[in-house]
């Protein structure tokens, strides 16, 4: 295992550091990160590395095949246009997790903020806690697994991809353009396997799916403005 | 005999106010649809052109150039200010961002071929990075927008330029728009979306909300290619002191600025003629703001919107910009006869078509030849005012050698009025 100290690094500093931890010996372990941005961007090297404290922002930004593990919070868009590999964040993050991921496993084992997963287009995104409004907004593939709270508007103008959540009210918190749904028997096997290899405690018979709407074609306010003359009455006296 | 004939003569009106042809089919489709509508290809009002400036000969007081034994040098570095690999081409004209998708695969495949035929750059436009025109391609400059639609790591990896993209001149603030009759199963597969379905993508970056997030992704993106590729920002002309500011602020190398004449492959008729404003008063603005700065010799600066002649290319590069995209000329050049029905799907010439017999009216050599002779002809044109200027750079033409000829262009750009030393309005480098 190297050991970084990441108190006098610049991120680039950093960066190079981390590939050639990797190199040597396979395992990374970063201390005093003190919120830096941009930590593991584009790691494309087999190996794991531990974040010991919490990150800033665009942390794995388009990680493919590491493993990265932060012991803390992460900062806003954690993971974005990740390509391979596991983000694992122990504690909570800001919004914008995973978003435009097109492949690898997030798992976020607090809550995390909204907008998580927007326009992702394949891969895994486990919230293990709550989740802010607009999750999984414009999902164009892959699975966001919600096993706390959700937010309003979830799955707002997806195109593909399935959301998977056990929130009793999810009913009233769907974006337009998608329908709840029950979970397949293969679906549930990947849950159950995704919750095994990630130690999260949970059943996959609990949890329904938020799938797009099969008709394929949108339809949006902007088409069909809303006007309601019925409210808007003369005063009476 | 009075040979006069008397007759009842009735006057004949003519609209030409308010109430012409257009405005009435306007509301009359309004009337039967209840929705805006939709077309393709730009802007078809009135707006300034870069024809209101004169350029000024050399004759006494300087030297001209042999327009046909003595050199003017066209070629452009673009993006020097931090990349560490800038962007070297032989002539400041590149192909401007038009995706795959919205033009068909033998389009894009010609535009990219004469790039190679003249040594410029062409941008992928939205949904993704066709393998085609990458081979084919001299330099490839790449779009990141908000859709992300057939993006990846590997399409930054093959990029000798980034652009973040932010708005287009034609629709800015608009998210982009495919009509579903153009996403057929192989635009769908590419951009990894459903067959046939009409796309209303992402108006906003899901990955850097605000100036300042935008500060850390361009620190992002410099880790991630390792501070070689120079990166872009294309705005639409707006607020462009504001815009410019910040993009310069956020730490890009250059600027690729879209006016209202931008063109599209569909937008709303609503945001093409009312959004944004004209390229030549944003030029302006661009450089006066990068000049405030301190910046105008490292941040370089590509206007695109309604670009047409190697005049428009001298008196932009005369104003301060480094370079200009061409998109709507380049369809021209090809075949396109601007018909703006785009965004139908059906366009016969094989350009904005995803249909398989169209398509295959489009001869490829054959239009990238025409592309390429566009470019080399218009750059003789722009190197030939040079000449007369007395330039031996193309980009030494400056703002010096500009006159306008309208008070509307002297007012809007701060070059003096034609015959005076007179300026209405802001100055823009002139000594009063």
Redesign the interface.
Known sequence: MEHINAADLS??EL?KKIIQGLKAGGEVSIQNPHSM??IA??LSRPGTVTIQGST???TG??L?GSTVIIEGNAG??VG??M?DGELLIRKNTG??AG??L?GGTVVIYGSTGS?VG??M?GGTIIVCGSVGAWAGQ?T??GKLIVLGKLGADIGESM??GAIFVRDKDAEKKLGSNVFLDHIQAGEARELEELFKRYGIDAKSEAFQVIRPLPS???S?A???PELKPELAQKMRS | MNSTIKKDVEPKDVQHGIWNKETISEIDYKAGAGKHRIRGCGATRYMPTFDDLMVLPSQLSRMSLDTYREDCDTRTVLGKRTATRPLVIETPIMIAGMSYGALSKEAKIALAKATALTGTVISNGEGGLLPEELENSYRQSVQILPSRFGFSKRNIEAADMLEFLVGIGAKPGLSGHLMGNKITKEIAEFRQLPVGIDLHSHPRHGDAFGADDLVVKMEQLRELTHGEVPIFMKIAAGRVRDDVKIAVKVGVDGIILDGAQGGTGAAPVMATRHLGIPTMPALVQAVRTLEEMGVKDEVSLIVSGGVTDGADLAKVIAIGADAVAIGTGAMVAMGCRVCLRCHTGKCGFGIGTQNPEFRKRLDIDGAAERVANYIKAMTAEAVLLAKAAGKTRLKNLEREDLRSITLEACAMTGIPLVGSNYVFGERFGFES
């Open positions: 991120t680039s960066n941005h941009n961007t584009g800033g922002f665009y930004g388009f493919e806003w868009y974005d246009n390509m919004c914008n978003t435009y097109s907008r927007y326009g287009k414009m164009l593939g195109y593909r394929g074609r949108h949006y902007l088409f069909n």
